[in-house]
């Protein structure tokens, strides 16, 4: 699936691996990408500076990925890391920026977990 993706920080993207989930009674669709310039060692992207990419990718990606496949979610997070991670797995050395979203009148709107 590794597909790269143009984003408002400009830094390069890869989509690893979307995942669906439930979470108490929610659906949850997960999309995972390595974003190397994260890293710590490199500071080249702050959280600061790849913010707008979160709400950039879920109207992007998430929401054309949705239809493309006629999935639903009740939640959409949208992962950043440094190198891949398996899901569910600690990794102190990695970096990863996540937030999550809802969809609320056809747009992606930032969500609290």
């Known amino acids: 699936m590794a597909t790269a993706q143009t984003v408002p920080s400009g830094q390069p993207l890869t989509l690893t691996e979307v995942l669906q989930d439930s979470v108490g009674n929610e659906a949850w669709l997960r999309f995972r990408f390595v974003a190397p310039q994260i890293a710590r060692e490199a500071a080249a992207i702050t959280y600061a500076q790849a913010e707008g990419d979160f709400v950039h990718l879920c109207d992007r990606v998430a929401r054309p990925y949705m239809a493309e496949f006629a999935l639903s979610a009740d939640v959409i997070v949208i992962t950043l890391m ?6 569910g797995t600690p990794d102190p ?16 709107i930032w969500d609290e977990f």
């Open 82 to 87: 440094d190198r891949p991670v398996a899901f």
């Open 93 to 108: 050395e990695a970096t990863q920026f996540i937030e999550a979203f809802r969809i609320v009148d056809n747009a992606c």
